[in-house]
């Protein structure tokens, strides 16, 4: 159920959002990152994702996020548990001084994925696809997503996730 909008502003403002974040990885181990027009972290280099919603299992929002953020129904490809992580922001969509965002994020991995060109919603301005060195270096890339490829991210909820380096996709750490 997504909630009218005054709603969610209570929520946000008094509450912790769940999140999916999806790591599509294409065959050239390059991972899909989009520039954010919306806060939180609006301008920054994000991989695509979206809050779940009240009532919502998590194969649907995983199906209605792929699909409305990239376009690729993700709910049919193979993809696995990434880990769970915390991302705290100092602001909200809703521009609302003083409101910070809170998310526990479900991280998702999916491999070997055709290349995405293009945002299915108005929540990037653009994609493209980065190699995770280059993406670990890139000023323009969160630190969130950034964390998703480091061996022991701050963020990360009790330390289960993996790490990714080219030519090692799929070893655990």
Sequence with gaps: M????????QVVRDSVLVALDLLIVNNKEE???????????????FVPGGRVYKD???????????????????????????????????????????????????ACLFENCAAIQAPGDDQHV???QMSIPELLVNP?????TRNYFLQTPENLFLGAGQMLLPGSLGRRW
């Design 140 to 144: 323009q890339v969160h630190g969130y």
């Design 2 to 9: 997504k909630l009218p909008l005054d709603r969610f502003r």
């Design 56 to 106: 919502e299992r998590l194969a649907e929002a995983l199906q209605r996020i792929s699909i409305g953020e990239t376009g690729v129904d993700l709910s049919r490809v193979e993809g696995r548990l990434y880990g769970l992580y915390e991302h705290l922001y100092p602001d909200n969509c809703f521009g609302e001084a003083g409101v910070g965002t809170h998310y526990v994020v479900v």
């Design 126 to 128: 653009h994609f493209q």
């Design 31 to 45: 991972v899909l990152v989009g520039r954010r027009k919306n806060p939180p972290a609006k301008d920054w280099l």
